[in-house]
């Protein structure tokens, strides 16, 4: 782990590779899993607020899926996360030639709201647990990323490089800068 500021960071960020690859994966993260996306406090009022602005590029389902369940639900871990159809897609996903999209993001896209999407959505796949009053980095493997991961190897590009975006919205540019320069000290360590 790489301790910066209040974060300490796996190494497994730096060292594994990953590019998304939607032609091949379909947008499979929307699609597949038990629950859906992980949100934060200050982003449940931001769905509230922003839900009439989003919903023009939901799915039918998906509006179903949120006016019986709410923009957000508790899950079986106690999560609160966006809901789900019929238990499998996220409600905010909507297709485009088979590929799930972010509705929220779509939104965002076109300047009718200021949230962008989930932080859990835009790090991914990089999750993060509080722990002791510390924020810790971790790097989730999932089979219906192993697209990503081949893509990232080819193009030879870090976890941390992957999601620098999101990265500087939830930390900031210093705090990028900082575990940038950590990668390069191990990446010199290592030859």
Known sequence: MIAI??????EEIIK?????????CKGA???????GAPLTKNELAELRSSYPAI???????????????GVFVVDSDGDDTTPLVDGKQCAFAYFKNDIAFC?????????KIKFQKPISCHL?????????????????????CKPACQCGQELNTPVYQFVKSALIRK????WFMKLDAAAHFLAK???
């Open 189 to 191: 360590k290592k030859r």
């Open 55 to 69: 919903k023009p590029f939901m799915t039918p389902e998906g509006i179903e899926a949120v006016e019986k369940q």
């Open 171 to 174: 930390y900031g540019k210093k």
């Open 124 to 144: 991914y796949p990089v999750r993060i647990e509080t722990k002791n009053n510390y924020d810790v980095l971790t790097y989730e493997k999932w089979e219906v």
């Open 103 to 111: 509705a929220i993001e779509e939104a965002w896209n076109e300047k």
């Open 5 to 10: 500021d209040q974060t300490l960071v796996s």
């Open 29 to 35: 993260c929307c699609v597949a899993g038990e629950s």
């Open 16 to 24: 594994r590779k990953f590019v998304c690859d939607l032609n091949a």
